[in-house]
């Protein structure tokens, strides 16, 4: 039995958690509100101050549905009343990082700046040689943050690019003079 799957998410006080038909869940918070068609086979039910997911039966498909169904709904809940946030450090002489707007600028040591416009409903911002990523969709977010990141990788000898705050570069030993 799915162990994810079967809890119930608690719904917070000043959300709405509203299922439509073919499980078209919209769930309003104080942040905002989020959409999703999640998969038909699954039963969304709303049960007080909590909503239940089961599955129909015990194939692997339902099983792998369940759980997942169950995690995305509890995504938009924590996204609508908390939101998510993405960190970002730029390391690397003359790597840089500047917001203009909505327009995200980086100079990465390419041969011209690469600009990036914030997509709908996501906020970033810059200060010092980190770039912070906040919105309320948690796909959006890490989509965004990796798009980010994809510009420039931080590489294994210098510790030059892009990384996530909590991301760890395994670092390379560089090549020796003959002896």
């Known amino acids: 039995m799915s162990r994810i799957g079967r809890m119930p998410i608690a719904i917070p006080a000043g959300v709405t958690v509203d299922i439509a038909e073919n499980n078209h869940v919209t769930v309003k918070g104080p942040k905002g509100t989020l959409e999703r068609t999640l998969p038909e086979e699954m039963e969304i039910k709303l049960e007080g101050e909590e909503v239940m997911v089961s599955r129909p039966n015990d194939l692997k498909r339902m099983k792998s549905l ?3 169904t ?7 809940v924590i996204g609508v009343t908390n939101g998510y946030t993405k ?3 730029v390391n690397g002489v003359g790597y840089r990082a500047s917001k203009s707007g909505k327009e995200l600028t980086l100079n990465l040591g390419y041969s011209h700046p690469i600009i990036m416009t914030d997509p709908e409903g996501l906020e970033s911002k810059v200060e010092g040689n980190k770039i912070t990523i906040s919105g309320i969709d948690k796909e959006k977010v890490g989509q965004y943050a990796a798009e980010i990141r994809d510009k420039r990788r931080p590489e294994p000898y210098k510790g030059k690019g892009i990384k996530y705050v909590d991301e760890i570069i395994r670092r390379k030993v560089g090549k020796t003079g003959k002896k």
């Not at 169950?70 to 938009?76: D, E, K, S, Y």
Request: no cysteine; charged share 25%.
């Open 66 to 68: 369940h759980g997942l």
């Open 70 to 76: 169950r995690t995305l709904i509890n995504n938009m």
């Open 87 to 89: 960190e970002l450090e």
